[in-house]
């Protein structure tokens, strides 16, 4: 059973920083993908960043571009948003997502993973 915690979520002044850590445990054979998204109150869950197989390329909503950063560690199974330059838009509840290849026997099944959500509030 694969499980993400995610944290470093809080609250932060309008212009602050705050990085988001999200740790899978349980085993995972290879990760193929990784991500944050996040939900604002009364809105759908938005894309922030994701990074297709560790190291590989990065995407980031228009929103964020510039001001926030995903990186992995694949030898921790962590995954990091770091977020600069925060404003009250960025108000949402971040959660952490991973697809992986999960291989049982000789069989391989592209699985995903998300974790619990982290709150983080911009506000002054």
């Known amino acids: 059973q694969v499980q993400l915690v995610e944290s470093g979520g809080g609250l932060v002044q309008p212009g602050g920083s705050l990085r988001l850590s999200c740790v899978a445990s349980?085993?995972?054979?290879?990760?193929?993908?990784m991500g944050w998204y996040r939900q604002a109150p009364g809105k759908e869950r938005e894309l922030v960043a994701t990074?297709?197989?560790?190291?590989?390329?990065?995407n980031y909503a228009d929103s964020v571009k510039g001001r926030f950063t995903i990186s992995g560690d694949t030898s921790k199974n962590t995954v990091y948003l770091q977020m600069d330059s925060l404003t009250p838009e960025d108000t949402a509840v971040y959660y952490c997502?991973?697809?992986?290849?999960?291989?049982?026997?000789?069989?391989?099944?592209?699985?995903?993973?998300w974790g619990q959500g982290t709150q983080v509030t911009v506000s002054s």
């Open positions: 997502h991973i697809g992986a290849n999960q291989k049982y026997g000789k069989t391989i099944n592209a699985e995903s993973f």
């Open positions: 349980g085993y995972i054979f290879a990760i193929t993908s």
């Open positions: 990074e297709n197989r560790p190291g590989g390329s990065k």
